[in-house]
């Protein structure tokens, strides 16, 4: 598990792709490194990935066809920078939300307008997902942990960052037409769907 609070962002200096498969590694400063042993959980622009090999300061990953389907690891490329959170422990100060790091799916970044310090990010995601984005809820963004500000039940919301964020992530530099990984907050999606099965059996109910 994470706690959605990334540590910085870390370039990729390593790519080998195969057939459903894309093997890479990430240069990572000492803090990152302590302790950091092979099968260990790392996450990596929001997404779980497993320590596979460290060779001084490159941790190596890999990534299967279903991951490279369902996030944005499918197009990464040589010195891009991805943002990096090693998984939490018991007693660890949880800063954001529980964060599990599977990725529910991508979603595409609709504009971004800057006013000052302020930045704003609006993401369209599938409409089906949007009973799961509630205003002031959490989701998990590239492995971010974000409250979300508006939404449209058409499948866009907002998010508004503060600079501290945008410091240790890559929101900064997101542009229109970008693909994020998207986790929604799985407490959400329990309570909503536990609701709606509630509401549809009282329905039958009353039908019969």
Same mark, same amino acid.
């Given at each position: ?33 302590? &302790?950091? +042993? #092979? =099968? ?6 929001? !997404?779980?990935? *497993?320590? $596979? ?37 018991? &007693?660890? +100060? #949880? =800063? ?6 599977? !990725?529910?799916? *991508?979603? $595409? ?100």
């Amino acid at each position: 598990m994470f706690t959605g609070i990334t540590r910085g962002t870390y370039e990729v200096t390593q790519l080998q792709r195969e057939p459903d498969l894309l093997r890479y590694a990430v240069r990572m400063p000492p803090a990152l490194l302590a &302790g950091l +042993e #092979l =099968g260990a959980s790392v996450s990596i622009d929001g !997404v779980c990935q *497993t320590v $596979v090999s460290v060779l001084g300061p490159e941790v190596w990953f890999d990534a299967i066809r279903e991951t490279l389907d369902k996030t944005t690891l499918d197009s990464l490329r040589l010195g891009q920078r991805v943002s990096v959170e090693r998984s939490c422990k018991i &007693g660890d +100060e #949880l =800063g954001g939300h529980l964060v599990s790091g599977h !990725v529910t799916g *991508t979603g $595409v970044i609709h504009d971004v307008r800057r006013d000052g310090h302020d930045v704003s990010l609006r993401v369209d995601v599938p409409g089906a997902w949007m009973k799961y984005i509630q205003p002031k809820g959490f989701i998990a963004v590239d492995g971010s942990s974000l409250t979300v500000g508006e939404t449209s039940h058409s499948g866009r919301f907002d998010l508004h960052l503060i600079p501290e964020t945008l410091r240790l992530t890559n929101f900064g530099t997101k542009q229109a037409g970008d693909r994020v990984n998207i986790e929604l907050d799985p407490r959400t999606v329990a309570i909503v769907d536990a609701v709606e099965r509630v509401m549809e059996e009282r329905a039958r109910n009353e039908r019969s």
